[in-house]
């Protein structure tokens, strides 16, 4: 995913490099290779042109778009969407670590593994810095009591499991799913 306009313009160069390429390779390549070999390499060029295409379009629909297209985001796709409502809201990555009191590159390094070094705490604080209104649905969860600890390893002793869900529980779970389509709810 292209993460700022920095990127995206690189992506248009090499987007406009490669089809330049492509008809190059058409030119030079169609009477020299194997039919078969210069199919492959007809396929590599149209693949990594529709790759680039593809990026470059969700990039510039993303920052065109109103921020309320990312209703129904399921869990998965949350640290997408923390780039893709930045750029929609034309904020740089360097407002953003102003906002949460942070230096520019660690939004880079955030945005760059999709947060996924980033702590519950900090993805908040990006939530909240782009004003963002995001509530978990309620599940009522059965009972948690501790586990039964390790002969060995002290560190275990501290977490604690649920002994049991209840059916309820668990219906009602998945009837707030089927039908919010998410545990989210924007």
Do not use: C
């Not at 900090?122 to 009972?143: G, P, Q, S, T, W």
């Not at 059916?167 to 989210?184: H, M, N, P, V, W």
């Amino acid at each position: 995913m292209i993460k700022n306009s920095k990127q995206a313009a690189i992506t248009r160069t090499k987007l406009e490099q490669l089809k330049l390429d492509l008809a190059a390779y058409q030119q030079t390549q169609e009477t020299l290779l194997h039919p078969v070999r210069y199919k492959l390499g007809l396929k590599a060029f149209e693949g990594m042109i529709n790759d680039l295409s593809e990026q470059l379009a969700l990039y510039e629909r993303v920052t065109r778009n109103p921020v309320n297209q990312f209703a129904g985001f399921k869990a998965p796709q949350l640290t997408d969407l923390l780039t893709q409502v930045r750029l929609a809201k034309n904020m740089s990555q360097k407002a953003l670590a102003e906002k949460i009191d942070v230096q520019e590159q660690q939004i880079q390094r955030y945005e760059q593994d999709d947060y996924a070094k980033a702590s519950w705490a900090r993805v908040l604080e990006v939530y909240h810095a782009l004003e963002l209104d995001i509530r978990l649905a309620h599940f009522d969860v059965a009972k948690v009591s501790k586990r039964p600890a390790p002969a060995k390893p002290a560190l275990y002793r501290k977490w604690s499991t649920p002994i049991k869900v209840n059916r309820e529980s668990a219906d009602l779970a998945g009837r707030t799913i089927k039908s919010k389509r998410s545990i989210f709810q924007f």
